[in-house]
């Protein structure tokens, strides 16, 4: 009796299962492709002032943040046991039709490096949708509210 190279029908049917399951898994991942979560509203101005927490603890200084919010200027400054000085300064981009609504001319956030801050609060409005960003004085940690 000779014996046939080649796969038998029971093998070909075992392959075309798993490919078939493997189709099911990835097809939805496939069909969301490029379609990531769109940054929510206020989720900038919340990046920032945690990105402005986080240094204050890392170099364990203080870390004051004035905000403009007609222009989104801020300026960063560092008071620490070594001096004071000039952190960084820049415009924030806001997302698409996002504008910052308050009554005081500048926004002031000062972090501490044990992590508790002094903070404003502001209204971040953008294409019908708003959230109220605010910091807990407590940790220190930047979140906005939908309103």
Not at 15 to 41: C, D, E, F, T, W
Request: hydrophobic residues 45%; glycine residues 12%; aromatic residues 4%.
């Amino acid at each position: 009796m000779k014996s046939r190279s080649g796969f038998t029908l029971l093998e070909m049917g075992i392959v075309l299962a798993i490919m078939a399951v493997s189709a099911m898994l990835v097809a939805p991942a496939l069909a969301r492709m490029g379609q990531g979560k769109p940054p929510g509203v206020g989720e900038d101005v919340v990046k920032l002032l945690n990105d402005a927490r986080k240094i204050a603890i890392e170099r364990n200084e203080t870390v004051t943040l004035r905000l403009d919010p007609t222009s989104g200027r801020y300026r960063a400054d560092t008071v620490g046991i070594t001096g004071s000085g000039m952190l960084g300064e820049g415009t924030m981009t806001l997302g698409a039709q996002e504008t910052l609504v308050t009554d005081l001319p500048r926004l002031v956030y000062v972090f501490h490096p044990t992590g508790s801050a002094f903070a404003d609060t502001v209204l971040v409005r953008g294409a019908g949708a708003s959230a109220l960003v605010s910091v807990d004085p407590w940790n220190g940690v930047a979140y906005a509210a939908a309103r």
